[in-house]
């Protein structure tokens, strides 16, 4: 039975035998530990991923990231220069594609033969399994900032190794926020499991004096998700990676849209990370968040979009979060040009500098929004300790089986699924539907308040087609959404 | 009634649009049998066999349905699905690509409707009318 | 001597018929004032600008409007038809032409003929004297919106004639703010004298049942003013309007950067207006607020252009103006192309709609700024009417004329120019040289304190180059002048 | 001591750029004459003729320049100015257009040297030294 426990290293050296095994690049000389770890210690502050999250959040700065993955290595490299260059942008990534996600390795190699044949990426990202070490690295020595794998893989222990053996001092991801959104029926404790392993490997370097950044995913499935809901999963993320050893971990959060909500969710995001951490015995992680531009669906209209890209830079740097994740212009079409994303960073650069010396200030409207979500917080982490009568591990994944905790829209088959989320009348996300979720009755009545009183306005039931407007609303220019939405997204 | 299978190919794993469709097309009175997301092309099949689908919707989101949805039609054929309509949808390749271009090569791979980026499920409401009867 | 007089009818009518001989165009038949009267009252709601205005207000909506003119009338028909419909303009405006804004006709005549010539357009906006009443009333014809003057003149008495006999329901200028940022030595005797007279013509139309819209120009040099010396100029020009009978005013602010200054300053604006316009006995002119993109320097980078207007578009909807005039993504080169026009209204339009649920809500920052820009204009306007011995317009000449109110950066030699702003570390914009200003002891007490804090944080001097520095800021994305900024600008 | 006469020309009323222009010259060291905005080819030359000039740097930000700056070459040279060197710079002509065609259409007219939208004062100080030493 999965436990909340450091893994010893012997077992650590035994699994690893095994991944490294799952594809013929786990044999790359470099994945001998003692040589990674020579590679690592060699890698200059300005390329390090804790060094320069600990200088921004010292400065106080809000620094931003792309996404971005192709499937050849040199248009990769091609792509990450051209973002740092014209995007001005502060930490590369690679996005990893959907079947390396899936470790379907063999899928991938065919889509990088096919990529080669028709010379254009036919994959969705940067297969850095298949690439291995060698090509990892030839794009990590290309380029003058951080880099960090940036996927949505349910088991990545295979990647892991292979991006750190590479220099990439940061990956994403989590065996809860790497399972709900992007998976379906894989066991959360398979997913906790693989990711302990990941976090184990980081925890390992951090002994030889290494500092290796992790990052939960915090949008979990990007639509409509409640505050207090990605949020608990990103303290519990932080808490399995601190059991493991990791020291440097930003705790991620997705634009919901209302600009004092997101304020409010970043900060209690970082104090309760780290007030749980300190809780939990960890008292030296050093702990940023990252705030994820708007995650559901764009506007397709490319002036609206830049605009949508401003409006989350003032958000970001007003709520102080010391990375921000970038989308662009071609967001709601596919995966942009390399022109298209440095177009996004340059808009979002402009926006996190001019505003750097400014914050959201302390409004009563602030300070209750914090103390909800607090609240809400609370209450579910208790409910998650509970049912794992002291252990964390089995207590998230009990608290998703019997619904205590519940991601709405997620594709797997581990949530309940029941819970239901709308905005309220200041486009503040609520929840309608409760299906089993721990909250207290005074908590559901607040929810509940607010959206009789949007419905009331609205003159209209609290229904799922008011839910379908609130999914639709953002991409057709409205927060709140309107009664028949789905007519008006040809403007 | 009419039946629907509907469903997100390959190893998509985009679930919002999905549960919508599958929402919207109930309410509009058809049977809708949802293969969910990460389903392969015998998922597919395999539902609208038992339930003697009229239609077939696939969605692709992540940008590997061209490359997931090869040979869709022919396996089709050969499981004697040959009236069953195929529609596909979401953001059906990689990139901003031109829209002719792209509903030419899924018509050729033997689509019979194909929705671009931005075209909600709403609009094919129509169509299915037309096409189903 | 000039006084804050309703202007006697038959003096009125007096001068009207020299203003109708200053150019050809005043013939036109339609100036007969019962043929003027008939027209203005046959216009439908929807192109009524008072209308449209309140029925805004009463909604909480932020509404938009471009700037645009050209020299011939067909293409100004073609630019106003296109950003109606693809920019989903509120408003229209023509903006005239520099020529026409020194009654320079002649000079404008051989513009049109010029631009006729080449077939592009050699004036900087829309000649409407020369176009005469024919030309203006074709124009207002072509669309389904308000439309506006907006110009610069500091004699506009023909231009407004011509206008509201066309069917133009608005006009935007003032004594004040169309004399000092846009002349260079006309007294400003002369100049209220003539807005008394633009004033009066909507008093009469007024006095007919007709409600006409007018604007005084808020942002004044565009370039750090400070908010409450623009707002004093605000109110004294809606004194000024409604003492002539105008009653719908829409008093005007230009972007000053920081978020919380700038929602401060327009709700400390819309609020005095009313208050002061009470005091003045004027309890039924329906008051709104407008809001000015960044009026200063623009980035040259579009997507930092749109950016920026993304920015302003938050600004202006957290703060609940009422209008919002927009910018383009051509700011920093030359008067914008349509197609550019019409992007800078989409990305505005985005965000005034998808923030028009949320305000900024009140916070100690908020409210200690509000109070701070109302003792500053209270002070101002004391000492305004102290020195006009009980007359407001007496008084306003007078406090330019010895410097008690002083505005920054202008051209014009009717205000002292002693003033000199900076930006304190949030960048609110600060006075360090305050001139003969009616500031007292503790208000320049306050603003030096807080320009010594940036000094010293800065390491630096408070000096004209900190000034320089700031102008030159925001082009650069910095909101807080660095040292150098002279040499950023090539990004 | 060189000197040089700065403006705004036409009916222009630019004044920010301006105040900025006449302190980083007089910083640099520069005898300045400012004739200020709205001044016509009359006030520059008289100006450069009274103070005995090295240069003049008309200014023009509204869209007008073309017209404004009209046969000012020829005037200096009827003013026995041609030794003058002429400098334009600001938003000179009307719009967004080719800089390459812009600035061939100035020199033509007689300018020495001529500054884009974008291009700062502080640009022009090496060339300044160049020209006048
Ligand atoms: C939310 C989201 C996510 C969430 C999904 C959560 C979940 N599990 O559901 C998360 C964050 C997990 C995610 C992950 C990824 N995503 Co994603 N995602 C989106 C996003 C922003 C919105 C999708 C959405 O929910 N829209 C709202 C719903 C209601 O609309 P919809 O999905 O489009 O469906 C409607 C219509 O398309 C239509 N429709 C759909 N199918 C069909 C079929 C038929 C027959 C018909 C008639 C109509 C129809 O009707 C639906 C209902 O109205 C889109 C971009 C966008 N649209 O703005 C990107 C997008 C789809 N994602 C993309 C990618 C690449 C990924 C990732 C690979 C990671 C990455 N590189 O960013 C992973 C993929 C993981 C995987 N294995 O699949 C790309 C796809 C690129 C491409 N095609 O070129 C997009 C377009 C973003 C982009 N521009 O890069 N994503
Ligand atoms: C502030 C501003 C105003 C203020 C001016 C206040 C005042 N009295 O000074 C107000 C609001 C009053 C105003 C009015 C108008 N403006 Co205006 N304004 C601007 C704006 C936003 C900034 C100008 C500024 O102060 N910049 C900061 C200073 C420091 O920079 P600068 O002026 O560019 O000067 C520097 C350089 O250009 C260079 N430089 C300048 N001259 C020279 C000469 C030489 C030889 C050299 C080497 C260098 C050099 O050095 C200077 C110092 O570094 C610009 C657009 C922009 N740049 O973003 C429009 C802009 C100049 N205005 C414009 C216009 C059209 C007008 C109006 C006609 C109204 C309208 N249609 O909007 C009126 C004109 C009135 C008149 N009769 O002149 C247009 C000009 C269009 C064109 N050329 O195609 C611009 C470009 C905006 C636009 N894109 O439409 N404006």
């Known amino acids: ?491 | 009634m009419k039946t629907v299978v509907i469903g997100v190919i390959g190893a998509d794993v985009h679930a919002v649009g999905n549960k919508i469709i599958d929402h919207v097309l109930s309410e509009n009175g058809y049977n809708v049998v949802n293969v969910g997301v990460l389903s392969s092309q015998e998922d597919f099949i395999n539902a609208a066999i038992e339930t003697d689908a009229n239609a077939i919707l696939i969605s692709s989101l992540y940008g590997h349905g061209e490359m997931d949805c090869k040979f869709f039609k022919e396996k089709c054929v050969e499981a004697g699905l040959e009236d069953v309509k195929l529609y596909v949808g979401g953001n059906i390749v990689v990139g901003k690509q031109d829209n002719a271009e792209v509903e030419e090569k899924f018509k050729e791979m033997g689509f019979d409707r194909v929705y671009m980026p931005g075209q909600k499920i709403e609009d094919a409401l129509t169509h299915l009318k037309e096409d189903l009867g």
């Open chain 1, 1 to 491: 039975m999965i436990q909340n426990k450091k893994i010893p290293l012997e077992d650590f050296l035994n699994t690893r035998k095994e991944v490294l095994n799952q594809w013929e690049t786990g044999s790359h000389p470099d994945l001998k530990l003692e040589n990674a770890v020579k590679k690592l210690k060699n890698i200059p502050n300005h390329k390090n991923f804790s060094y320069v999250l600990k200088k921004a959040k010292s400065e106080g700065r809000t620094l931003i990231q792309p996404r971005a993955g192709v499937a050849l290595i040199d248009k990769h490299i091609e792509l990450l220069q051209f973002l740092e260059k014209e995007g001005h942008a502060d930490f590369l990534p690679a996005t990893i594609d959907s079947y390396t996600r899936q470790n379907r390795y063999q899928n991938a190699e065919d889509g990088i033969k096919e990529s080669q044949r028709q010379n254009r990426s036919l994959l969705n990202g940067f297969p850095a399994v298949n690439h291995g070490v060698d090509g990892c690295e030839k794009v990590f020595n290309a380029i003058n900032v951080p880099l960090q794998a940036r996927h949505g893989t349910p088991d990545a222990r295979l990647l892991t190794e292979i991006i750190h053996a590479s220099g990439w001092t940061s990956n994403e991801g989590g065996g809860i926020s790497y399972n709900i959104p992007y998976a379906k029926n894989i066991s959360l404790e398979d997913t906790i499991e693989y990711w302990q392993y990941c976090d184990r490997l980081v925890g390992y370097y951090q002994e030889q004096g290494i500092e290796l950044n992790r990052e939960p995913f915090g949008p979990l499935t990007g639509t409509l998700v409640p505050p207090s809901i990605s949020n608990t999963v990103a303290i519990v993320e932080a808490l399995l990676a601190a059991t493991q050893g990791v020291k440097n971990i930003t705790v991620g959060y997705g634009q919901g849209g209302n600009l004092v909500q997101d304020v409010a969710a970043l900060r209690a995001l970082e104090e309760q990370t780290n007030s749980y951490l300190k809780q939990f015995g960890f008292s030296d992680v050093f702990v940023t968040t990252v705030f994820h531009q708007w995650m559901g669906g764009f506007p397709s209209d490319e002036n609206e979009a830049t605009s949508l890209i401003g409006y989350a830079s003032t958000v970001a740097t007003l709520g102080n979060a010391t990375k921000m994740i970038t989308k662009t212009t071609h967001e709601s079409f596919g995966i942009p040009t390399k022109e298209a994303n440095a177009q996004g960073l340059r808009a979002s650069k402009y926006l996190t500098n001019l505003l750097k010396d400014q914050v959201l200030s302390d409004s009563k409207e602030l300070t209750n929004e914090i103390t909800q979500i607090k609240r809400e917080v609370d209450i579910l982490m208790h409910a998650i300790v509970r049912v794992g009568k002291g252990d964390l591990a089995q207590g998230i994944i009990n608290a998703f089986k019997s619904g205590l905790i519940d991601v709405p829209f997620a594709p797997s088959e581990m949530t309940a699924g029941k819970i239901m989320p709308a905005r309220d009348l200041d486009g503040k996300i609520r929840v309608f539907e409760f299906g089993d979720i721990a909250f207290d009755e005074s908590i559901k009545e607040f929810h509940r308040n607010k959206l009789k009183r949007r419905a009331k306005k609205q003159k209209r039931e609290l229904s799922i087609q008011m839910v379908i407007d609130d999914i639709y609303a953002v991409a057709n220019g409205n927060l709140v959404g309107q009664k028949g939405e789905e007519k008006k997204h040809d403007n």
